[in-house]
């Protein structure tokens, strides 16, 4: 390589550094169609245990699933929905999403917070899905237009405080005025647009929406049909984004599928986020990235289109990784920085991730081969030799590294996926290598150092993140290789160590002008500590310094009666004052670290009317309230670690209902245990849900009910299976919580303690929620 081409590549990637704002380690948090039986359906319970081991592992940022309701929890959360319930309604035959319900995702972003840890949100913007109650009633829309794949299925209502889903009737359906309801005129095809002949008007998922300012209009069959304006979905759209990020207090995002819809909408979508949220605003150094799928050429476009407020995944760099690992020694180490994007402000370099990795599992979770039908680039096998070369370019080079989760847990090939404890060394170990290199990357300090280029060989690469470390890899399986002459930034006389441990306790000294001479080992795994492939040079005696501090979380509550659910089997949460009532409201729960303050603003929309905000702990007791007509703010010192739910209410029986907004601002722990209970404390309860219409919801079967002593369960089709279970109160208390284990199909459960009156069964069969409703005489 000449000094010119050297010198250019230097220039560039320095001006690369500093203008990337961000350079994190990013974890995607899942796996595709992730699931574990001690967490079933509660992925924010499972993430919420795992954080601390994440702070400890240097782990900046977590990638999370989207979140937000599905056509049911066996969808992984890109079949969306209804935007506004995340967790927390009655619809679809289920209150919580693959991910949990709301309260646990919430509180999953404060603990993430209180580790120090960034909260990244995936979000899909190109499709919803699923119309239609939880039979699909109500769903099509005769007059729709034809997309030749949805079957008309493009009426979309949704519950809410006031149209709760009482029954899945097609009336009932269509009868719900949730925010945000859909019609066939917003998808593609519509009278202003035409679709499936380009990536952006494709059904490929479900209807396909249309951000054209012409695609607005009304159902010709929903009984709650109130008219749309132009630009309603992009209006919509933003609008929900900015509400989703002040409710749950994420940090970033990233952009699902961005070729299926215009870059003016995503470009739009990502300055609200970033300085049109109001207190809530990302601001320039807001962690973003679309994933497209292509070659360099086309995500430079892409990330110069949304000017620069998001970068890309570099799928061409990825490239070059799929072809060291496949070129079994073949490949040119030389040319790998060639193939990175030159667009690298916010890039993100990685090696796999839930759509590249798909393999066929056995029932124990172990791989037995790959459905490489599925996966959008060929995968990188995490017990492959070649693999840890890869990682360390990775995160050697500009860009913020995501890491895999799959590439950085052990879950392949120990029977140990489906069962283990996040907490658990032991049950979920690490990959030592990727390990090792995230905490060089985070105590060598990486990110400060400017990108450098020091040496490339067709079985060598060598670059420097200036004056901080040497990563260098070499593809052989079996020869070292020893670089003589490498240029560096350190002084004459500095000594380096190897801190991936490959070269033992041998050290490096600079001489003559700032050269080292460096060994990096071979990929099979014969070095010291089995490292494979790479070494890190720095110099000697630095030890672990990287911490990031813990954070507050502040997330909003917006009190409306087109939000929340005062289904018996929701959360009972949200929905506006009534008029001429002091009936309260559940605003929402934090799970706040005792001795620390909880702060408290309330925002109402009429600031001649007083309010009053209550703060209830754990068992439904009054801990304070807070009065005022206008704004309230307020703090409370939390007396213990857990939940704390805040209610409110007028504060006068006659006066006006309203909408009003309460914010908090609190401190979670940093560990928690996720088996503690919660009890719902619901205001009241939902009058107008009756037993029988509650009762349709499943096929569990009770009896005797009413029942006095002992009430029998039946599970039609599940037998001799160890089932959880709630009793929960009408004023939303758990009572009672255990196992059973059934003889048959059924099973008995004592509740000769409970006072009369009607409780709510729940339960978990297979990760399968159940409920049912029972009166006690």
């Known amino acids: 390589m000449t000094v010119l081409s050297v010198l250019f590549i230097w220039q560039q990637s320095a001006w690369a550094q500093v203008n990337n704002p961000k350079r994190q380690v990013v974890l995607q948090g899942f796996w595709w169609d992730y699931w574990n039986s001690n967490y079933p359906n509660d992925w924010a319970n499972y993430l919420t245990e795992l954080a601390p081991r994440l702070k400890e592992l240097g782990i900046d940022a ?51 917070k209180a580790n120090g840890i960034d909260v990244i949100q995936d979000i899909v913007l190109n499709h919803v899905t699923g119309a239609g ?53 917003n998808f593609y095809p519509n009278p202003s647009a035409a679709c499936c002949n380009n990536d952006i008007n494709q059904p490929y998922w479900g209807p396909d929406v249309s951000y054209e ?65 109001l207190w809530a605003n990302g601001g320039n150094d807001m962690f973003a990235v679309g994933e497209w799928v292509g070659g360099g050429n086309e995500l430079d476009s892409w990330a110069n289109a949304v000017q620069n407020r998001a970068g890309t995944f570099d799928f061409a760099l990825r490239n070059a990784f799929t072809g060291i690992v496949s070129g079994n020694g073949n490949f ?46 060929p995968h990188i096998e995490p017990n492959d030799g070649r693999r840890s070369v890869v990682h360390a370019i990775a995160l050697a080079v500009d860009g913020a590294p995501q890491i895999f989760f799959e590439d950085l847990f052990n879950i392949g090939y120990l029977g140990n996926r489906f069962n283990h404890e996040p907490t658990n060394n032991t049950q979920l170990p690490v990959f030592t290598d990727i390990e090792n290199l995230i905490w060089c990357h985070q105590n060598l300090r990486f990110k400060e150092g ?36 490498v240029q560096t930034s350190w002084p004459d006389g500095t000594v380096l160590s190897d801190y991936s441990g490959a070269n033992g306790t041998a050290t490096a000294t600079v001489y003559g002008g700032g050269k080292v ?31 990031r501090p813990s954070k507050r979380i502040t997330q909003e509550w917006e009190m409306s009666n087109d939000l929340g659910d005062n289904h018996v089997g929701s959360l009972q949460q949200g929905g506006a004052l009534p008029t001429n009532s002091t009936d309260c409201r559940v605003v929402g729960r934090v799970f706040a670290k005792t001795g620390e303050k909880i702060h408290v603003e309330v925002y109402p929309e009429q600031t001649d009317l007083a309010l009053t905000l209550q703060l209830v702990d754990k068992d439904c007791q009054l801990i304070d309230s807070f ?74 079967q009770l009896f005797p009910n009413p029942a006095e002593t002992v009430v029998f369960v039946v599970v039609p089709g599940v037998e001799s299976v160890e089932t959880t279970y709630r009793i929960i109160h009408s004023n939303g208390q758990v009572i009672q919580q255990g196992k059973f284990l059934p003889d048959g199909e059924t099973a008995g459960i004592d509740i000769s303690q409970l006072d009369s009156g009607w409780y709510l069964l729940e339960m978990q069969v297979y990760g399968q929620p159940f409920r049912k409703t029972f009166v006690v005489r």
């Open 133 to 185: 109650s939880g039979a699909g009633l109500g769903g099509q829309d005769p007059a729709a237009m034809d997309d030749g794949e949805t079957n008309k299925y493009k009426n979309f209502r949704y519950s809410s405080y006031v149209t709760p889903a009482l029954q899945e009737t097609e009336a009932n359906y269509l009868s719900r005025s949730g925010r945000f309801y859909k019609n066939w005129q």
């Open 62 to 112: 977590v990638w999370i699933p989207p979140t937000i309701k599905n056509t049911g929890t066996n969808s992984v959360g890109y079949a969306p929905f209804d935007h506004y319930d995340l967790g927390d309604k009655f619809q679809k035959n289920s209150c919580g999403t693959r991910v949990g319900d709301k309260d646990e995702l919430l509180r999953m972003v404060a603990v993430m």
């Open 213 to 277: 300012a012409g695609a607005f209009g009304t159902s010709s069959n929903a009984l709650y049909n109130p008219s749309q304006a132009s630009n309603y979905m992009r209006d919509g759209m933003r609008n929900w984004m900015i509400w989703y990020k002040k409710q749950v207090g994420w940090d970033g995002v990233r952009l699902d599928a961005v070729k299926h819809f215009p870059s003016y909408v995503s470009e739009d979508f990502l300055w609200n986020l970033q300085f049109g949220s």
């Open 517 to 547: 001479d460096i060994a990096i080992p071979p990929c099979d795994g014969t070095a010291s500590q089995g490292r494979r492939g790479y070494a890190v040079w720095a110099p000697q005696g630095i030890s672990a310094n990287y911490n």
């Open 450 to 485: 400017n990108y450098l280029v020091r040496w490339q060989a067709a079985d060598a690469l060598v670059i420097e993140r200036q004056a901080k470390a040497l990563i260098a890899v070499n593809d052989q399986w079996t020869q070292w290789q020893n670089l003589t002459g």
């Open 627 to 700: 009065s005022n007509a206008g704004n309230i703010i307020d703090s409370i010192t939390a007396t213990y670690t857990g939940w704390h739910t805040l209610k409110i209410k007028n504060a006068t029986a006659q006066q006006a209902g309203q909408k009003c907004w309460v914010k908090v601002n609190y401190l979670a722990p940093d560990t928690v245990d996720t088996g503690v209970a919660k009890n719902k404390c619901a205001c009241t309860t939902n009058s107008n849900a009756s037993i029988d219409e509650l009762n349709e919801a499943t096929n569990v």
């Open 332 to 377: 040119d180490l030389g040319t790998v920085p060639g193939y990175q994007q030159s667009n690298r402000e916010r890039t993100v370099p990685f090696v796999n991730n839930h759509d590249t990795y798909r393999p066929i599992l056995s029932t124990q979770g172990n791989y037995t081969g790959w459905n490489s039908g599925s996966e959008l680039a």
